[in-house]
């Protein structure tokens, strides 16, 4: 199975800041990953796909890239909404894998 | 516009069974991919399954593979999850999840199963 690693766990951020959370794959996913948002007692919400592409009605704050194996997903400028949590998920082979999530609170 | 409602959960003794569906509406269900995620109660997403669009292809987490089976009736917009030999470790919400392009556009808002001991 392809493992996901996500970092930090946990970050603190005041509105209007530059945050990057970073995900990388135990082997080569091509660009095979998307970003999640989740908030609190809410279903995941597309962000990203295709590494890079962001999904339909999604604000451009939001933003990914990717160098190798190693995927960086990026708020420019932290809006009160942004307050959740964050998942990578690789959908290059089966089973499909989850990073462990980044949540992303008021400082 | 596109819906996704889950339904089914409850509180089960281990080793019993439940069937969760997800009624699906406001698209074309039999041309997509569906999938099923969970997330324990404060932890992470671990995606269970997936089925295609014609039930002609599922694969399974190990997790659950032999317990789980994913179903689906294209005449009725409704994906299943019918969950046997229940686990306390499977206790969690339960999302249904469309594929767009194999990733997931669309999710539910989830059904809660807790398995007790």
């Known amino acids: 199975d392809i493992q996901m690693t996500q970092s930090p766990s946990t970050l603190s951020a005041s509105v209007g800041d530059r945050v990057t959370i970073t995900c990388r794959a135990s082997q080569s996913i091509n660009s095979w990953l998307a970003w999640y948002q989740q908030q609190v007692g809410k279903a995941p919400k597309v962000l990203i796909y295709e590494a890079s592409s962001l999904e339909s009605g999604v604000p451009s704050r939001f933003s990914g890239t990717r160098s190798g194996t190693e995927f960086t997903l990026t708020i420019s400028s932290l809006q009160p909404d942004d307050f959740a949590t964050y998942y990578c998920?690789?959908?290059?082979?089966?089973?499909?894998?989850f990073g462990g999530g980044t949540k992303v609170e008021i400082k | 516009q596109v819906l996704l409602v889950e339904s089914g959960g409850g509180v089960v003794r281990a080793g019993r069974s439940l069937r969760l569906s997800c009624a699906a509406s406001g698209f074309p269900f039999s041309t997509y991919t569906f999938h099923w995620v969970r997330q324990a109660p404060g932890k992470g997403l671990e995606w269970v399954t997936l089925i295609s669009y014609d039930g002609s292809n599922r694969y399974y987490a190990d997790s659950v593979r032999g317990r789980f089976t994913i179903s689906r009736d294209n005449s009725k917009n409704t994906l299943y999850l019918q969950m046997n030999s229940l686990r306390p470790e499977d206790t969690a919400l339960y999302y249904c999840?469309?594929?767009?392009?194999?990733?997931?556009?669309?999710w539910g808002q989830g059904a809660l199963v807790t398995v007790s001991s």
């Open positions: 998920q690789q959908y290059y082979s089966y089973p499909l894998t």
């Open positions: 999840a469309r594929e767009a392009a194999d990733y997931l556009d669309y």
